[in-house]
């Protein structure tokens, strides 16, 4: 390549088509669209709930029936028909697996295109996959070795039959039935998702991960993910996906409970690259999350997030540092590229003493695409010596898109110490030349650039996800990075 | 009767006694319908998120102060800048004062908006720019459609304006609660420099509401250079709304001292319309007791290859509440554009609370934009040292204070200006400094 230069890559983004767009045809039985009292007992009837879980998702739903749709955030879209949904679609044929060659070859040969190899993954990363296709686990690995520990980690459904004290105790204790429009939604017709229990003083020798999938045309995917984390206990939770190409929005409204108790530490990654658009920012996913968790003392709480894909995204890591000596953590990258609109960031409340967080978010634009960081950081009366950093930097490329800052700080303790500060740059001229000067090409020179920028979240990523991480900020960005 | 409805009851009232032209009539018209729509700014608002009106709302405020009463000049001697010659536009429970103001229209008009409203000669300026910048929300539209009284200056081309301008409202508490609503107009025109110190002064505790406008135009390489003294009585409250349209190459400062008052809410907007644009915005905020400021600032760079500044600095004890809220957008043609932004605030009490909301909206590739925003305690070790050495903890915090706050003070122009500053503080912070800063 002779020269290339930010006009070429922006070209580049600009007809960069989405490339994991494909569809896997498995036969699912799936709800007729709508949604009233009839279709949640139907859900929870289907998953041959208790009554206490129909009774809990009935008041999700009328509390969700007088909400309104949040509109405070800054992106626009043409909001989803809630009647035309279809709540509920899982894949009809549900066999018990004990290993992967009685997986749905189909099924397979999806997640190898999506460059998942679960064999490779079992052997050489040591990770134990609940696969959620479309709603409804098909196959969990590893549960024998958590079982010796003690582990729980099965779907969330699952863990509702063999588990229920559990799942009672912790379900909607971090993000209440009311807390938000989407949560009350999710809580309502939730179809399935992770249940992860550690039992004290347990370091979870693995990392935990799930791949979730959107599958079904016009099902919207509800995920319910709830990670306790007993005293003295250690897990870290990985989370990623990919959605295939479809023209219509599809919104997905998950809700993530995690709650670290007294000298826990939860480390929660996630990786997302859900159906963004084509490049006139037709289609694509709504991915509207709640995602919270709770510190107890001496707790920890570690948000990575990855974000490159889906339409329109509305999602807040937040972490309540409710006990003394908590720590909260958020690394976010968040890409949008053509039409993508992301709005998200996290919420730090500290309400014990000592309690000390660290916010650093890195916003990449290009295109067409509006990129905001919104943030609260709280610092509560009773919170003696809080501490807080944050760090916002937006990077922008092309003058038709958008970078915007939304941090709110409230200090209420004198004794806080808080620091916040963002900057908003483009790839300068002269770091190009500087690069260009010393031998390194334009492109090469960009990649170096980017990577620097994200540097500081990328390198929070466990080991086994970097280079799925990598991957998505290649199909993203791709020409700027490595 | 609510405020509101006490308003708009007296609207017609006061339309037909008030004797001007009748554009400014359909521009107040439609203020009124504006704000009989949008009522008081409630909590509910992103922009009034932190900052409640209801405690002052609910006074029995006279709203056409009507009883004159005299004010001499040694009882509000103090609250001048009075070492230096200046020009002074003083009013009175609204009402100007001839006794104590000293106008001019010697090259340059430094006079009332009543004469700019009714004379035939300042047509062309009201036409130009009488509510041109402002803004259209509720109190700005409120002011708006009770708009007679206020300073106007203008400034013609190529003059350096020899003395500072003081604009003074007095509140003389002649009644029990008062609300005033100052409209003041400076336009500056080509290459001419100026200097306004602004205050609001109520001399009793009697209630008072002040919502104030004030648009300001700098037309092409025109200096603005723009004090606030905001120490009034701790039962004055001064909802200010400062709108600033620059041209090309016009510098453009404000600087905000806000020490007293109960609820203080600034509303500070600047408009770029040119290119190489400075606009500095800078404040000083110490506030005790139940007091409340509410800084609300604006820098929208329309245009390429301009600069901002803000730097604003607040100390608070005891239970009082601040808000920051600092809003830069930068608009896709703005490239080139340099916008920073500091606040660094100190809470004293464990009762006070600040809520800072740094914000940056932008549009362009080109451009370098930051925003720093710090809440934190005065240094423990510093003032150890300093006490080590002799220096009492009271004066010693009082020095750090003023090392804090400094970068804000040291940008004032005007020695006499700064030197009131300096005392104000060291009043506010009950010590006796013995040099000056």
């Known amino acids: 390549?002779?020269?290339?230069?930010?006009?070429?890559?922006?070209?580049?983004?600009?007809?960069?088509?989405?490339?994991?767009?494909?569809?896997?045809?498995?036969?699912?039985?799936?709800?007729?669209?709508?949604?009233?009292?009839?279709?949640?007992?139907?859900?929870?009837?289907?998953?041959?709930?208790?009554?206490?879980?129909?009774?809990?998702?009935?008041?999700?739903?009328?509390?969700?029936?007088?909400?309104?749709?949040?509109?405070?955030?800054?992106?626009?879209?043409?909001?989803?028909?809630?009647?035309?949904?279809?709540?509920?679609?899982?894949?009809?044929?549900?066999?018990?697996?004990?290993?992967?060659?009685?997986?749905?070859?189909?099924?397979?040969?999806?997640?190898?295109?999506?460059?998942?190899?679960?064999?490779?993954?079992?052997?050489?990363?040591?990770?134990?996959?609940?696969?959620?296709?479309?709603?409804?686990?098909?196959?969990?690995?590893?549960?024998?070795?958590?079982?010796?520990?003690?582990?729980?980690?099965?779907?969330?459904?699952?863990?509702?039959?063999?588990?229920?004290?559990?799942?009672?105790?912790?379900?909607?204790?971090?993000?209440?039935?009311?807390?938000?429009?989407?949560?009350?939604?999710?809580?309502?017709?939730?179809?399935?998702?992770?249940?992860?229990?550690?039992?004290?003083?347990?370091?979870?020798?693995?990392?935990?991960?799930?791949?979730?999938?959107?599958?079904?045309?016009?099902?919207?995917?509800?995920?319910?993910?709830?990670?306790?984390?007993?005293?003295?206990?250690?897990?870290?939770?990985?989370?990623?996906?990919?959605?295939?190409?479809?023209?219509?929005?599809?919104?997905?409204?998950?809700?993530?409970?995690?709650?670290?108790?007294?000298?826990?530490?939860?480390?929660?990654?996630?990786?997302?690259?859900?159906?963004?658009?084509?490049?006139?920012?037709?289609?694509?996913?709504?991915?509207?999350?709640?995602?919270?968790?709770?510190?107890?003392?001496?707790?920890?709480?570690?948000?990575?997030?990855?974000?490159?894909?889906?339409?329109?995204?509305?999602?807040?890591?937040?972490?309540?540092?409710?006990?003394?000596?908590?720590?909260?953590?958020?690394?976010?990258?968040?890409?949008?590229?053509?039409?993508?609109?992301?709005?998200?960031?996290?919420?730090?409340?500290?309400?014990?003493?000592?309690?000390?967080?660290?916010?650093?978010?890195k916003g990449i634009s290009a295109g067409k695409s509006q990129n905001s960081y919104r943030g609260l950081v709280q610092i509560n009366a009773r919170a003696e010596n809080a501490r807080n950093f944050s760090q916002c930097d937006s990077l922008l490329m092309g003058n038709e898109c958008g970078a915007h800052t939304f941090p709110y700080i409230e200090a209420k303790n004198k004794s806080a110490q808080i620091e916040h500060e963002a900057t908003t740059s483009k790839i300068g001229e002269d770091q190009l030349f500087y690069c260009n000067q010393r031998g390194i090409d334009t492109e090469k020179a960009i990649a170096l650039i980017v990577n620097g920028f994200s540097k500081e979240v990328l390198n929070k990523l466990p080991m086994e996800f970097a280079v799925e991480a990598q991957k998505l900020l290649e199909i993203s960005l791709e020409g700027s990075v490595g | 009767m609510e405020l509101k409805d006490k308003l708009l009851s007296s609207y017609v009232a006061f339309e037909n006694r008030v004797d001007t032209n009748s554009d400014i009539h359909e521009i107040r018209s439609k203020a009124f319908q504006n704000f009989e729509e949008l009522g008081f700014p409630t909590k509910k608002l992103e922009a009034w998120k932190y900052t409640s009106l209801n405690s002052i709302l609910k006074e029995d405020y006279s709203i056409f102060p009507n009883k004159g009463v005299a004010v001499e000049l040694a009882d509000v001697k103090k609250y001048f800048i009075h070492d230096i010659d200046t020009y002074k536009v003083v009013f009175i429970d609204g009402k100007y004062s001839p006794f104590l103001s000293e106008t001019t229209h010697e090259h340059i008009d430094v006079c009332l908006m009543s004469a700019a409203f009714n004379k035939g000669k300042y047509k062309p300026i009201i036409d130009n720019y009488f509510n041109k910048v402002a803004k259209q929300d509720n109190l700005t539209s409120l002011n708006t459609a009770f708009a007679t009284e206020g300073a106007f200056i203008h400034i013609p081309k190529n003059i350096e304006v020899e003395k500072p301008i003081q604009i003074?409202?007095?509140?003389?508490?002649?009644?029990?609660?008062?609300?005033?609503?100052?409209?003041?107009?400076?336009?500056?025109?080509?290459?001419?420099?100026?200097?306004?110190?602004?205050?609001?002064?109520?001399?009793?505790?009697?209630?008072?509401?002040?919502?104030?406008?004030?648009?300001?135009?700098?037309?092409?390489?025109?200096?603005?250079?723009?004090?606030?003294?905001?120490?009034?009585?701790?039962?004055?409250?001064?909802?200010?709304?400062?709108?600033?349209?620059?041209?090309s190459n016009s510098v453009v400062s404000v600087h905000t001292f806000s020490f007293g008052g109960n609820i203080t809410r600034n509303n500070l907007n600047f408009y770029q319309k040119g290119e190489y644009i400075d606009s500095i915005l800078k404040g000083i905020t110490i506030i005790e007791g139940k007091q409340h400021v509410d800084h609300h600032t604006l820098v929208h760079h329309i245009t390429p290859n301009c600069e901002s500044h803000q730097d604003y600095k607040g100390i608070y004890d005891e239970r009082s509440t601040a808000v920051f809220n600092g809003k830069v957008i930068v608009e896709k043609e703005a490239q080139k554009t340099n916008a920073y932004q500091q606040n660094n605030n100190v809470l004293v009490s464990d009762k006070a609370t600040i809520n800072a909301k740094p914000q940056l909206e932008i549009f362009a590739d080109d451009v370098k934009c930051s925003h720093g925003c710090t809440i934190g305690q005065l240094d423990d070790d510093a003032l150890f040292y300093m006490q080590q050495r002799g220096i009492p903890k009271k004066e010693g915090k009082a020095l750090l204070m003023f090392a804090f706050a400094n970068t804000v003070l040291e940008s004032v122009k005007i020695p006499e200006v700064k030197q009131r500053i300096t005392e104000l503080i060291a009043d506010k912070l009950k010590v006796k400094i013995g040099f000056d800063l």
């Open chain 1, 1 to 361: 390549m002779s020269k290339y230069t930010e006009d070429d890559l922006e070209q580049e983004l600009k007809t960069q088509e989405y490339k994991y767009g494909f569809y896997t045809d498995i036969e699912s039985d799936t709800f007729p669209v709508g949604l009233n009292e009839d279709v949640v007992r139907a859900i929870s009837k289907k998953k041959n709930e208790p009554e206490w879980m129909t009774e809990w998702r009935l008041e999700a739903f009328r509390v969700w029936k007088k909400m309104e749709e949040p509109e405070w955030a800054n992106v626009h879209y043409e909001k989803p028909k809630f009647q035309d949904i279809a709540y509920y679609s899982a894949p009809k044929k549900k066999p018990k697996l004990n290993s992967l060659d009685e997986v749905d070859p189909e099924l397979l040969d999806t997640f190898k295109r999506l460059g998942i190899s679960l064999d490779e993954q079992k052997k050489l990363a040591n990770v134990a996959v609940d696969i959620v296709m479309d709603s409804v686990s098909v196959a969990t690995t590893f549960k024998k070795t958590l079982g010796e520990k003690g582990i729980i980690f099965m779907p969330i459904s699952e863990a509702i039959q063999e588990h229920p004290e559990l799942v009672r105790k912790y379900l909607g204790t971090v993000v209440p039935t009311t807390d938000n429009f989407y949560a009350a939604l999710n809580s309502a017709v939730f179809s399935d998702g992770s249940f992860c229990y550690i039992p004290k003083g347990v370091k979870c020798p693995m990392e935990l991960s799930t791949y979730f999938r959107i599958n079904e045309g016009g099902t919207g995917q509800f995920e319910r993910t709830l990670v306790v984390a007993d005293k003295g206990s250690y897990v870290s939770y990985l989370e990623g996906c990919t959605a295939p190409s479809r023209d219509e929005n599809q919104l997905h409204a998950a809700v993530v409970e995690l709650i670290a108790m007294d000298d826990a530490e939860i480390k929660y990654s996630t990786v997302q690259n859900w159906y963004p658009g084509n490049k006139e920012g037709k289609g694509g996913v709504y991915n509207f999350v709640t995602k919270r968790g709770l510190c107890e003392n001496n707790a920890k709480i570690s948000w990575t997030q990855v974000e490159t894909g889906s339409a329109v995204t509305w999602k807040y890591p937040s972490c309540i540092l409710k006990g003394n000596n908590s720590v909260g953590e958020f690394y976010s990258i968040a890409v949008t590229n053509n039409f993508q609109q992301a709005d998200t960031g996290t919420k730090m409340i500290h309400l014990g003493k000592n309690t000390k967080s660290t916010i650093i978010s």
């Open chain 2, 168 to 247: 003074i409202n007095f509140t003389t508490g002649s009644e029990a609660a008062t609300m005033l609503q100052p409209r003041s107009l400076v336009v500056v025109e080509e290459n001419s420099h100026v200097q306004i110190i602004e205050r609001h002064q109520s001399l009793t505790s009697n209630p008072v509401l002040t919502n104030a406008v004030t648009e300001i135009f700098a037309e092409k390489r025109a200096f603005v250079d723009y004090y606030k003294i905001q120490n009034d009585d701790n039962n004055a409250s001064l909802v200010d709304n400062t709108y600033i349209e620059q041209q």
